[in-house]
């Protein structure tokens, strides 16, 4: 399936996200129900619920891993709901996961190198190594600067703290045309010294590249600082959508968290 790749004015922008009525039952388990989801572009959503509330199911489902049993997900108005991971990463859409996804033989600067080699026309050929003179090589560079990963950048990716994997992953994203983001669970495992940085670098993304950004992280306080709205999932569907204020101060959502077992 073809989807239009975004403009320059889209990826600066960001792209919105809808996700209508989107449901999936997995043998005769339903895990997603109902779900609606607006996001509108440019801005930056953080995803919240007690585990096994559907969270990384969703994303698997907007991202292509899943595919769902009723419902669209559609990418500034077009329907991607059956294109492939590839043709939606074309159109813009970039993904994160909860353990890493680089080369770890590779090194970090190859790692965004082969990002910035793709976005700037090229292959993503494993076998065309980085050059001073090059561009894409010159753009992996500047993206490693932005999230303080030079000093590392011959560092094998697989020998780099996990703190600075997740880092990493920002930079390959930021060296790509991608227009929204999906982050699952960016601070997972992340020592506390690390997480200052990495929310700057989600910041960078957001309001510096212009993306727009969905997130999912259990560390709400890190989280509520950061987003513009919350949505919360509760067994495989949105409960609330709405400021982080008013989602905390929501009657439901603080029974869901407290496990009184409202719905």
Partial sequence: MSIPVPSAQAATRGSRLQVDGLGLQIGGATILKDVDLDVAAGSLVGVIGPNGAGKTTLFNAVSGLLKPTAGRVLLDGYDITAASVPARARAGLGRTFQTSSLFPRLSVLENVRLAAQVSLGGSGS?????????????????KLEAVGLSHKRDSAAGDISHGDKRKLEIAVLLATETSIVLLDEPMAGV?????DGLVGNIRDLH?????????????????????DKVAVMYFGTIIAYDTPQAVMDNPLVQSAYLGTGAA
């Fill in 126 to 142: 494993l076998v065309r190594f980085p050059r001073r003179s090059d561009a894409a090589t010159a753009l992996a560079l500047e």
């Fill in 207 to 227: 309001r510096e590249k212009g993306c727009t950004v969905l997130m999912v992280e259990h560390h709400i306080d890190v989280l509520m600082g950061l987003v």
């Fill in 191 to 195: 020592g506390s010294g690390d997480v």
